[in-house]
């Protein structure tokens, strides 16, 4: 009986030449180019990077991070989430709990206790307050909290075999639920108004320029991070039944696979980056409330991915600059237009740019080689 070889293909470098050079000039730019441009050029010079751009780009940062995510689990598994603002917020707040905690007796009441408890006749901390004094259990728990909801919660919706729309809305749902939930001032986050008016971190004050710049790098350096280790996820074996399940789940299951621990676990991981880009978020723009989990902010998530374009990894990250590039000019200069802004780029995006902005530029690549 004659028996045919198969060979497998190749693994090619983690990162292409092109891709290399990229990691680098970011690298470089959020390391060096940027902290030299705010710290060191006088702010009457043409060059200067003002602390306010610093702020929008460490902001802007974090939505990627935010929409890197969805890539992996919406352009390389096939699962739409509406609902990643949770995540997004559940780190957000983890962060936001430590920063209410180091504000002391430095507040308004003069008090251990936060403002709003102190104004509410709180009498002690809740219990899930317990190791927010902890710099290491709060950086522990904004990985473990939007995880452990997300393995939760995805384990009985996965195994359910629950696809498609049906769990996008549910994952919408999911979100909501939790908005109301935290909008009650009986859950002691702040109701509301949520946490701010932060002092410091780690014991330094968080509102000078030299605390910013080491946001705003540690920020960078996650975002490429992140990069990085998701193009070596997709590139492995992991990744490719990834996409053998976005393709056809059923003829995965036909070989033998079991699709519930690899959408499982991608969803998970997918949760924690989300988490992370919450907390990293939160002392940057100072303030962390319900409204990051309304179904407005999930949607916004998605809409980042596919106008740059998904299953590229870099394009979510283009796609985050772009559209929040524009929304913050466009707010200021045509408030009223923005919502049908985006809401036409959306609609144009998926009529005649499926494959987003680097998809677009990837075929006029090819156009020009031809």
């Known amino acids: 009986m004659n028996t045919v070889a198969i060979s497998l293909p190749t693994p090619g470098p983690l990162l292409t030449r092109g891709a290399f050079g990229g990691v680098m000039v970011a690298l470089l730019v959020v390391c060096a180019l940027a902290p030299l441009l705010n710290l060191l050029v006088p702010a009457d010079s043409v060059f200067h990077l003002s602390d306010y751009m610093v702020g929008l780009l460490g902001k802007i940062m974090c939505y990627a991070i935010c929409a890197l995510a969805m890539d992996l689990i919406w352009g390389y598994t096939g699962i739409l ?5 949770l995540f997004f917020a559940l780190g957000g707040y983890v962060m936001g709990m430590y920063l209410m905690r ?16 102190v104004f509410l006749d709180w009498k ?7 190791l927010s004094d902890s710099f290491i259990a709060t950086v522990l728990l904004i990985v473990l909290v939007p995880g452990l909801v ?9 195994r359910s075999r629950i696809k498609g729309v049906y769990f996008s809305i549910i994952t919408q749902a999911l979100t909501f639920a939790a908005l109301l939930l935290f ?27 030299g605390m910013r710049m080491t946001l705003f790098v540690i920020t960078g350096l996650t975002l490429l991070g992140f990069y990085v280790f998701a193009r070596w996820l997709v590139a492995s074996k992991f990744g490719r039944v990834l996409q053998a399940i976005r393709d056809a789940e059923s003829r995965v299951m ?74 913050s000019w466009l707010t200021v200069a045509f408030p009223e237009f923005w919502l049908y802004f985006l809401g036409v780029l959306f609609i144009a995006v998926t009529l005649w740019m499926p494959q987003g902005v680097v998809g677009l530029v990837k075929k006029f690549k090819k156009g020009g080689q031809a």
Not at 150 to 158: E, I, R, S
């Open 254 to 327: 036909f070989c033998g696979y079991n699709p519930l621990p690899y959408k499982l676990t991608i969803w998970t991981i997918s949760a924690v980056m989300c988490g992370i880009s919450g907390a990293l978020y939160v002392p940057q723009v100072g303030i962390i409330n319900p409204g990051e989990m309304s179904t407005a902010a999930s949607i916004e998530i998605a809409v980042w991915t596919a106008v740059g374009g998904r299953a590229t990894l870099v394009g979510p990250i283009v796609g985050a600059f772009l559209v929040n590039g524009a929304k």
């Open 81 to 85: 989430s509406l609902g990643h603002g």
């Open 183 to 209: 909008f009650r001032n009986e859950t002691g986050m702040g109701g509301n108004n949520g946490f701010t008016d932060f002092k410091r971190i780690l014991g330094m004050p968080i509102a000078t320029q």
């Open 150 to 158: 997300a393995f939760v919660f995805g384990y009985f919706a996965f």
């Open 124 to 130: 002690e901390l809740p219990w899930h307050w317990a």
């Open 102 to 117: 180091q504000i002391g007796r430095d507040g308004n009441y003069q008090s251990d206790l936060p403002d709003f408890m």
